[in-house]
DNA sequence: CGGGATCCGGTAAGATACTG
DNA sequence: CAGTATCTTACCGGATCCCG
């Protein structure tokens, strides 16, 4: 994460290390459908922990692909959804998952 | 890796998991225009220690992304080429390094 | 409900020295 | 030259408890 050279002439890592977390892909997945509250998208990651999934939200978050909501009711109520970054990134995701088919 | 449930609804993660270890696009990248040996490999990404690499390179061809070649020469020689399979990658690579300048 | 704080164990990664 | 062995350190992910 730290060579620059390779960074330089390889510009398809850095965009590998933005979905590096092992969940960002799924969750990013999972928002690409509908903005979700967290207790939604723990649901839908059942085998995540909840500090991971703060972790990982807070990462995208600070990449820019998706954004979070808080409303100052009660129950609180955080929404995700993806930026318009974030959404740049599925026809991508969509392209990865056609080659994982081809060649599986 | 271990959510069965999510890679059936969301096969770009295997993909993920395959590149995901943090040198083997360089890796691949590297290899992507020649054969290289090991220390050919290991001058070209020069933050990486031998042992990683050799970690990452066994996993790369238990993976079938590269080929291993040795020759019973002295001085030693061993030749890493990308496969079919490895060589398959590369378009995806090459889209999501554009994705990547569009989106800078 | 949606997190933050803390501790803790496992694994990945780095440094160094050695080998076929 | 191309690794292997060993040790140490860094970080990730899980569990638990706490807060607004």
New interface residues.
């Given amino acids: ?3 620059n ?2 960074h330089a ?9 933005l ?2 977390g ?1 969940w960002k ?2 969750i990013l ?1 999972v928002l690409s459908k509908n903005a979700r509250r967290f207790g939604e998208i723990n649901v839908r ?3 995540i922990s909840r500090k991971v999934l703060t972790e990982q939200l807070r990462e995208l978050e600070a990449d820019g692909l998706i954004s979070r909501k808080q409303f100052g009711e009660f129950p609180l109520r955080v929404e995700y959804a993806l930026t318009k ?1 974030g959404e ?2 599925c026809p ?6 056609a ?5 599986a």
Same sequence: chains 1, 2.
Avoid at 9 to 17: L, M, S, V
């Fill in positions: 994460m730290e060579n050279l390779a002439e390889c510009p398809a890592i850095a965009t590998i290390a979905l590096g092992r892909v799924i997945h990651v059942p085998s970054y740049s990134l991508l995701l969509a392209y990865i998952a080659w994982k088919k081809e060649n």
